[in-house]
């Protein structure tokens, strides 16, 4: 038994999936990237007049990607407190690792509620529009 989750807040999928699905007082949610709902356009990112990506705020991006997590587990009954382990993504884990350690850390302080946690760098991010991504996060939630 199991019901997918559609959040009405969170920025939506980029692709034919669900937010998130529970089975039994497990919640797994979909990979969730920094778009902001309603909008291609990604948190941080910088692009020129010929829609080309200049830089772009690596904090930014996780910082939203924390905000449709929260989101998704909001709709789905659910809490922060409640995510038991991260699975998170970055493409460029040189230029990004300190950065992304330090937001990371904010969000989940060392405890003994810190869920555990996997990183891999990968080569490019799905995003639903013309501007790359740099961080998406998928997460597992128990009660």
């Known amino acids: ?9 969170a920025a939506e999928p980029v692709g034919p999936y669900p937010h998130a699905r529970r089975v039994g007082n497990m919640l797994f949610l979909s990979g969730i ?8 356009a990604i948190p941080g990112a910088v692009v020129g007049p010929d829609g080309a990506l200049i830089d772009y705020s690596i904090e930014a991006e996780i910082r939203s990607c924390f905000d449709n ?3 998704v587990l909001a709709d ?15 493409t460029d884990m040189k230029r990004d690792w300190r950065d992304y350690n330090r937001v990371y850390a904010e969000y989940f302080p060392p405890g003994p ?4 946690r996997t990183t891999v760098e990968v080569s490019c ?9 740099h961080f998406e996060i998928k997460v597992i939630a128990a009660r």
Do not use: H, K
């Open 1 to 9: 038994m199991s019901d997918s989750i559609r959040s009405t807040t």
């Open 33 to 40: 990237g920094p778009r902001v709902r309603g909008s291609r």
């Open 69 to 71: 997590i929260r989101a």
């Open 76 to 90: 789905a009954g659910m809490a922060w407190e409640n995510i038991v382990d991260c699975q998170c993504f970055l």
């Open 113 to 116: 509620g810190q869920p555990t």
């Open 125 to 133: 991010l799905p995003t639903g529009g013309d501007t790359p991504i």
